[in-house]
């Protein structure tokens, strides 16, 4: 059949976005592209066969995904030049991991690909669950799924490994996990064992324990009997209810164990109440032996405590500590700034060792101090230094100055052919066919996977490609793998301004606060899901966003609607309206309550006095909360200069924080 002119074609783009030769759908664009002379002539071919590839790749997909075989195998086998081969492939033998051979096959063609160690750890527990004993360890390369390592352990006694499969079972017996159910096996054979004890199963208690799964701890008293089972009861009452350490729990009448049950009911305690727990063990520590590396810890624990409860004793207490360590002389620093001692400050920042003292936080704490107590000339030296850094505490500094802060750009600078290799390489050919049919997440894998394996000299590169492919929240994240810190314009894309600008106009707020939160919570990773369930630019909770639909009277369709920028954008902008109302437009405030919830900072707030923002910044109790307010604010001013605005100013973002 003869082919249709470059006219019928051209008519064709009119009333439709593709046309079909040769029985290939081709993108109407590409077809033009290539028709017109706009692309190269060996371009025009390679594209027009890749885009051939990617419908037959789909039609291979769909009809592997309805179990028609015979289409599938048919179209594959035109498909082993396609970057997405593999991908396809392991799509098939995952769900026939009976197929030994074919994946024996796979593993050894495709060893190099993302897929081939999934598909191993597939295969594998197929095995195990066949109790397949010499093809599994054959093929077995090290895992740190529990599984499979029950497994591999059982594999290992059935086949005369017993050494082996015995230290295989007491790493997981004393994990202080509960294991999957395929693990009773191996410890059943590992109990009967002569390598086995009644030691072991208190030592299982302990580790349980210890990781606070009391469920296991529990399950574990069923192997016990006589002393050892009062015992063990005794260290549950007072791990679930530290508080009865003053009643006659019997804890007293173990002296080998006293100081220990002792301390760890009052480090428990500490979780609920601070005050009773600390007066308990100051007046009973001295009437039982504990350990002295014991007591050290309790007390670190205790004096820590009450700097995190902004507790006025914090400073005294920190201050007697022998031999503390980076937290504790951190926290003696905040607990003198709470209460705006600046001698205390002083003396504390002197405290520290002098790797802490370069820091910048401790530099601007310094200053501060100098400053505060009439020391001006010295307390502007250090502020002039610092003020010359792009970070929270320059930007601080700056602002003490009352000048502009500084924004430090040093674009990278990345060569065409360095380019034109790495996008050539297979990892990131079959990365860049993932985003051609828009398959995002499974794209957003394969970058991990390939830039693990660059060098230093080739991660900036890859950062810039990622920029290049408009993914910002790759060409973040990869910038910041290679430690390269100064390309601005990479760092802090504006992206998805339109949706962004629209809904802080709706909003009435500056555009700078929401592009900083988003490049807080997600880095612009519009598929961003976190462990907790938040979603998307903003990481807006399911419960949150259907609350806040409820309210604006919009549709709730599904949870991942959360994933659609425009929507994201507009609840994530509408509840950070709300808590900036519910905080009396405070910033920093309505920040940490985004990142840590309004009950919490509401319990945050100074009593009957105001305090400085940048120290009640500083004495925020959660580490993770301190860092991101710090990085919000610090971001928004960035945002301010790049959109060239001058609405935002730092004392906007820092005025006094006003008593709860």
């Given at each position: 059949?003869?082919?249709?002119?470059?006219?019928?074609?051209?008519?064709?783009?009119?009333?439709?976005?593709?046309?079909?030769?040769?029985?290939?759908?081709?993108?109407?664009?590409?077809?033009?592209?290539?028709?017109?002379?706009?692309?190269?002539?060996?371009?025009?071919?390679?594209?027009?066969?890749?885009?051939?590839?990617?419908?037959?790749?789909?039609?291979?997909?769909?009809a592997?995904?309805?179990?028609?075989?015979?289409?599938?195998?048919?179209?594959?086998?035109?498909?082993k030049?396609?970057?997405?081969?593999?991908?396809?492939?392991?799509?098939?033998?995952?769900?026939?991991?009976?197929?030994?051979?074919?994946?024996?096959?796979?593993?050894?063609?495709?060893?190099?690909?993302?897929?081939?160690?999934?598909?191993?750890?597939?295969?594998l527990?197929?095995?195990?669950?066949?109790?397949?004993?010499?093809?599994?360890?054959?093929?077995?390369?090290?895992?740190?799924?529990?599984?499979?390592?029950?497994?591999?352990?059982?594999?290992?006694?059935?086949?005369?490994?017993?050494?082996?499969?015995?230290?295989?079972?007491?790493?997981?017996?004393?994990?202080?996990?509960?294991?999957?159910?395929?693990?009773?096996?191996?410890?059943?054979?590992?109990?009967?064992?002569?390598?086995?004890?009644?030691?072991l199963?208190?030592?299982?208690?302990?580790?349980?324990?210890?990781?606070?799964?009391?469920?296991?701890?529990?399950?574990?008293?069923?192997?016990?009997?006589?002393?050892?089972?009062?015992?063990?009861?005794?260290?549950?009452?007072?791990?679930?209810?530290?508080?009865?350490?003053?009643?006659?729990?019997?804890?007293?009448?173990?002296?080998?164990?006293?100081?220990?049950l002792?301390?760890?009911a009052?480090?428990?305690?500490?979780?609920?109440?601070?005050g009773?727990?600390?007066?308990?063990?100051?007046?009973?520590?001295?009437?039982?032996?504990?350990?002295?590396?014991?007591?050290?810890v309790?007390?670190?624990?205790?004096?820590?405590?009450?700097?995190?409860?902004?507790?006025?004793?914090?400073?005294?207490r920190?201050?007697?500590?022998?031999?503390?360590d980076?937290?504790?002389?951190?926290?003696?620093?905040?607990?003198?700034?709470?209460?705006?001692?600046?001698q205390?400050?002083?003396?504390?920042?002197?405290?520290?060792?002098?790797?802490?003292?370069?820091?910048?936080?401790?530099?601007?704490?310094?200053?501060?101090?100098?400053?505060?107590?009439?020391?001006?000339?010295?307390?502007?030296?250090?502020?002039?230094?610092?003020?010359?850094?792009?970070?929270?505490?320059?930007?601080?500094?700056?602002?003490?100055?009352?000048?502009?802060?500084?924004?430090?750009?040093?674009?990278?600078?990345?060569?065409?052919?360095d380019?034109?290799?790495?996008?050539?390489?297979?990892?990131f050919?079959?990365?860049?066919?993932?985003?051609?049919?828009?398959?995002?997440?499974?794209?957003?894998?394969?970058?991990?996977?390939?830039?693990?394996?660059?060098?230093?000299?080739?991660?900036?590169?890859?950062?810039?490609?990622?920029?290049?492919?408009?993914?910002?929240?790759l060409?973040?994240?990869?910038?910041?793998?290679?430690?390269?810190?100064?390309?601005?314009?990479?760092?802090?894309?504006?992206?998805?301004?339109?949706?962004?600008?629209?809904?802080?106009?709706?909003?009435?707020?500056?555009?700078?606060?929401?592009?900083?939160?988003?490049?807080?919570?997600?880095?612009?990773?519009?598929?961003?899901?976190?462990?907790?369930?938040?979603?998307?630019?903003?990481?807006?909770m399911?419960?949150?966003?259907?609350?806040?639909?409820?309210?604006?009277?919009?549709?709730?369709?599904?949870?991942?609607?959360?994933?659609?920028?425009?929507?994201?954008?507009?609840?994530?902008?509408?509840?950070?309206?709300?808590?900036?109302?519910?905080?009396?437009?405070?910033?920093?405030?309505?920040?940490?309550?985004?990142?840590?919830?309004?009950?919490?900072?509401?319990?945050?707030?100074?009593?009957?006095?105001?305090?400085?923002?940048?120290?009640?910044?500083?004495?925020?109790?959660?580490?993770?909360?301190?860092?991101?307010?710090?990085?919000?604010?610090?971001?928004?001013?960035?945002?301010?200069?790049?959109?060239?605005?001058?609405?935002?100013?730092?004392?906007?973002?820092?005025?006094?924080?006003?008593?709860?």
């Open positions: 059949m003869a082919r249709p002119t470059l006219q019928k074609l051209l008519a064709q783009c009119f009333v439709s976005a593709i046309v079909e030769i040769d029985m290939h759908v081709i993108p109407c664009f590409l077809l033009l592209a290539a028709l017109t002379g706009i692309l190269p002539n060996s371009a025009r071919a390679d594209e027009i066969s890749l885009v051939t590839q990617r419908q037959q790749f789909l039609r291979a997909e769909q592997l995904n309805q179990n028609r075989d015979a289409e599938y195998f048919a179209l594959a086998s035109g498909l030049d396609y970057p997405l081969y593999p991908y396809l492939q392991y799509q098939w033998l995952k769900n026939h991991l009976d197929a030994d051979g074919d994946i024996k096959q796979f593993l050894a063609d495709y060893a190099a690909s993302r897929y081939a160690a999934g598909l191993r750890q597939r295969w527990l197929a095995l195990g669950k066949k109790r397949q004993w010499p093809l599994l360890l054959n093929n077995y390369q090290g895992s740190d799924d529990p599984e499979l390592q029950c497994y591999v352990g059982l594999a290992q006694f059935e086949t005369g490994q017993t050494l082996e499969a015995f230290n295989q079972a007491r790493a997981l017996w004393l994990s202080g996990k509960s294991q999957p159910d395929n693990c009773d096996a191996l410890f059943e054979v590992y109990k009967s064992s002569p390598y086995f004890n009644k030691e199963i208190n030592q299982r208690f302990h580790a349980a324990l210890n990781r606070d799964n009391q469920s296991l701890a529990s399950y574990m008293t069923r192997f016990l009997s006589g002393p050892e089972l009062n015992l063990a009861n005794i260290w549950l009452k007072l791990h679930r209810q530290p508080e009865t350490v003053t009643a006659d729990t019997g804890w007293r009448e173990n002296p080998e164990q006293a100081g220990e002792f301390a760890h009052i480090d428990r305690w500490l979780e609920t109440d601070v009773a727990a600390m007066t308990t063990w100051d007046n009973v520590k001295a009437q039982i032996t504990i350990a002295p590396a014991t007591t050290a309790i007390e670190k624990r205790i004096a820590v405590a009450l700097a995190l409860k902004h507790d006025k004793r914090a400073y005294a920190l201050s007697l500590l022998e031999n503390s980076e937290s504790a002389r951190e926290w003696r620093v905040r607990a003198a700034l709470n209460t705006q001692n600046w205390d400050v002083t003396t504390a920042i002197a405290g520290l060792n002098d790797e802490e003292k370069s820091r910048e936080k401790w530099q601007y704490w310094q200053a501060r101090g100098l400053a505060e107590s009439g020391q001006s000339a010295a307390a502007n030296a250090l502020f002039q230094q610092l003020a010359k850094n792009r970070s929270f505490y320059g930007f601080l500094a700056a602002g003490r100055l009352r000048q502009a802060i500084e924004l430090v750009d040093r674009p990278l600078t990345v060569s065409s052919q380019l034109d290799f790495l996008q050539n390489q297979p990892d050919q079959v990365f860049f066919e993932l985003l051609a049919i828009d398959r995002k997440p499974e794209a957003k894998r394969q970058w991990w996977y390939a830039i693990a394996k660059l060098d230093s000299r080739q991660l900036p590169v890859a950062a810039k490609l990622a920029q290049q492919a408009n993914c910002p929240a060409a973040i994240a990869t910038i910041a793998k290679a430690n390269h810190w100064d390309d601005v314009n990479l760092r802090f894309p504006l992206a998805y301004v339109q949706q962004i600008q629209s809904n802080a106009a709706a909003q009435q707020l500056d555009p700078a606060l929401l592009l900083g939160l988003i490049r807080q919570e997600s880095a612009f990773d519009e598929l961003a899901d976190s462990p907790a369930g938040a979603k998307g630019l903003m990481q807006v399911p419960n949150t966003g259907r609350q806040i639909a409820a309210d604006l009277r919009d549709n709730w369709d599904s949870d991942y609607n959360l994933f659609k920028p425009e929507l994201n954008v507009k609840y994530g902008a509408f509840y950070f309206k709300k808590l900036l109302r519910q905080f009396n437009g405070h910033v920093a405030l309505a920040a940490a309550a985004y990142n840590a919830g309004a009950n919490k900072v509401k319990r945050w707030l100074p009593e009957n006095r105001t305090l400085p923002a940048d120290i009640w910044i500083e004495t925020i109790p959660y580490k993770e909360t301190r860092g991101y307010v710090a990085s919000v604010l610090m971001y928004s001013l960035i945002y301010q200069q790049r959109l060239q605005r001058g609405s935002l100013k730092i004392d906007d973002l820092l005025r006094e924080v006003m008593p709860g």
